[in-house]
Nanobody, 123 residues
Framework: QVRSVESGGRSVQAGDSLRLACVGS????????IGWFRQVPGKERELVAA????????YYEAYVKGRFFVPRDNVEKMVYLQMNSLKPEDTAVYYC????????????????WGLGTRVSVSS
């Protein structure tokens, strides 16, 4: 069974950088398109960045483009979310999710979900 576990969330100051990590398990993790989603209380979970299974294609929401990056290492079964120039509005629980279908992954209909890691950015 393929699973993902996030780590790296913590409290930081505005302008700081933070790298979240998603470690996958299962022999086919490298076949999965991976998205980083985030959710704040009272709002729907939203996709912020994504990378396809072979790392050739990425996607970034407009409000993180140029600040967030999503590298992956299929040998180590790791996908990262590098977050730079953090803002208070980036405060959320961040989830790593994956699906074999890019369309399903982007739509949030992922086969695998982690439990999330909390990021808090203070001004």
């Amino acid at each position: 069974q393929v699973r993902s576990v996030e780590s790296g969330g913590r409290s930081v100051q505005a302008g700081d950088s933070l790298r979240l990590a998603c470690v996958g398990s299962g022999n086919t993790f490298s076949d999965y398109n991976i998205g980083w989603f985030r959710q704040v209380p009272g709002k729907e979970r939203e996709l912020v960045a994504a990378i396809d299974w072979n790392g050739f294609n990425t996607y970034y929401e407009a409000y993180v483009k140029g600040r967030f990056f999503v590298p992956r290492d299929n040998v180590e079964k790791m996908v990262y979310l590098q977050m730079n120039s953090l803002k208070p509005e980036d405060t959320a629980v961040y989830y790593c999710a994956g699906d074999l279908s890019w369309g399903r992954m982007v739509a949030g209909l992922n086969e695998i979900w982690g439990l999330g890691t909390r990021v808090s950015v203070s001004s």
